[in-house]
DNA sequence: CTGAAAGCGCTTACAG
DNA sequence: CTGAAAGCGCTTACAG
């Protein structure tokens, strides 16, 4: 099955092939007599235009790849999502490409995979968007990229979520449930949004004059297992707390596991919430209140943008340092696993 | 940064840079004292081939792409973690494309996105790797894939999961338990694997004696609320069965909530069973009873076999009819969701 | 506004 | 065993 190239077009509209060429890529000064023609053979012929002809002649694939560290998969499969989303529509394939936060030569293996797939673009989830030497060494090689979460030393173009909001709005929610004795376990140390989060939740109790008690608060690291072991350590309080904060899902989940492994009725007995909405939420019994954050439509703004991006360079457009950042709010969604104080 | 191609290497050798070419490809007849001429070069220059070079010239990417239709985000993540690994061995990129099974036009979409990467193997998961128009275009378009499921009117090659042993084990263990009064719930009735383990869990109650109950059966399709759905139907039977086996895990998590939102203790008054193993059976409390597929070696395995199968026929190695198919056995995992009738 | 030439980095088909 | 030529499908830089 012999594919219709740019020469087929051109013949067939009786025209150079660098006239197609123009047509196919939206330029100027093509008179909108052979853009009509050109256009009416391209249709006749079916013709689609090889990426790889055009990646090869101008040294850039328009491929992008989401970097991930394979954090919690409700979390990626979301984001995941809308970003597939996009590129679907955007007649671009997406690569994938998981790597190890931690490894020795991260930087090494990620440039290996730039060389191997021609990408130019990448979407860079946490906690691997905190990564600062990632961020230089992408800067350097002149490989474009998205950041998903919060402004982060002033590297590159971000979709972020509002994480201050997040947690503060948990929290006061927790408080009007007349809880004041509420164990709060943090996020991950080396991610930004920790710290975000943890700050949201220290305003809500000073504005609802609730004290801050460190004994309260527990090391998490975002992951399932961090949950249940700060839950354990909360619960072992005297009293225990009324209610437990994770600050986010993936740890909630485990703490509802923990305080049901105790005999704990949740939420008769201990509260839970936690932040970002995962499907697990929904699928674990009492169905945990948290807090949503669209993570598909921040995959799906984060891959527009970068793709956007991609494409204005490709063109020559105007691209300056305007940083096109956006953030996204999100909304309180109170489930079964709160219940106010008797 | 300019990076170096074949040219820089053959000068540096003092050759031609078909002989640069023959050597990176692997090919004969090359004398053994140009092939280490050749590959200190390679060394010395850092040359890396550029893959979208060869793509064009040979007509094929050697990308692959996984192919999904968003079944369970556990099941998928397993997999997709096993094949990104692969790729990452071979240095190969893996694109994702998520499809929607039932969409009008799927092939058309499936054409266009092979149109826009120049994809040239395809991994296959469940449910579309039962699509036969699918396999058939593919076939057509002279595009390799792997199906993960059970031999298909034998289309293509793929790495099967013994399903059939899966829900044999399951049931018999339930039957080891005690239990004779065991409701089922089917799988997505368009699917090869939902006969194949309804086939096993019948051979098992015959082989033990117990007789089939239509009322005890339920179709479900694979998904968290047909589970729920089938077990409300399941839990209304008088007398109630005493287990439920659901033949995927995603469905055995809507089981158990099911019955804890009945105030139905589990395991003390229901057994719940599921197929898979994928991450959710041990957030949820209790823990599901399962039976483990080893998903991530499935997928590692899947890619292995594709990629081998696109080098092969680059180097126009021997490629006859000869399948290259491999089923796993997966084990019983028994945890805290069943329990023996007193 | 349009096109002929040269080139991106690699391979195929052929000649020696 | 090795290489010069032509080509994959597109674009850039230039000329008109």
Request: hydrophobic share 35%; glycine share 6%.
């Amino acid at each position: 099955m012999k594919t219709t190239t740019i020469n087929d077009v051109a013949k067939q509209a009786g025209v150079s092939k660098k006239t197609v060429s123009r047509v196919i890529n939206n330029e100027a000064n093509v008179s909108e007599d052979t853009r009509a023609k050109v256009q009416k053979a391209i249709v006749e012929t079916n013709f689609k235009r090889n990426p790889l002809g055009m990646a090869l002649a101008k040294n850039r694939s328009l491929f992008i790849a989401l970097l991930t560290d394979n954090p919690s998969p409700g979390y990626l499969m979301k984001l995941q999502k809308g970003i597939l989303q996009s590129c679907t529509e955007e007649h671009m394939g997406l690569f994938l490409y998981d790597c190890s936060y931690n490894s020795n030569n991260l930087l090494k293996e990620i440039e290996e995979f730039i060389d191997n797939t021609l990408v130019d673009g990448f979407v860079l989830a946490p906690p691997i968007c905190d990564k600062l030497e990632l961020l230089e060494m992408l800067n350097r090689k002149n490989i474009q990229y998205i950041r998903i979460g919060p402004s982060y030393k002033h590297q590159g173009e971000f979709v972020g979520l509002n994480y201050y909001k997040a947690s503060y709005d948990v929290a006061s929610y927790l408080v009007r449930l007349k809880h004041t004795n509420i164990g709060y376990i943090k996020g991950h140390p080396d991610e930004e949004s920790s710290t975000i989060k943890e700050n949201g939740f220290k305003q809500a109790l000073q504005d609802n004059k609730i004290n801050w008690d460190s004994r309260l608060v527990a090391q998490g690291y975002y992951t399932y297992q961090s949950g249940r072991d700060a839950a354990a350590l909360l619960l072992n309080n005297k009293p225990a707390p009324t209610a437990i904060f994770a600050s986010n899902d993936e740890m909630a989940a485990g703490v509802l596991y923990e305080a049901q492994s105790r005999g704990i009725k949740v939420p008769d007995e201990l509260s839970i919430c936690g932040i970002d909405d995962i499907s697990i939420t929904t699928k674990v019994f009492p169905n945990i209140t948290t807090y949503r954050h669209p993570l598909v439509n921040i995959g799906y703004r984060a891959a527009v943008l970068l793709i956007n991006r991609l494409k204005n360079k490709q063109s020559s457009a105007p691209y300056g340092d305007s940083k096109n950042n956006e953030t996204f709010d999100g909304e309180l969604v109170i489930r079964d696993s709160t219940a106010s104080i008797k």
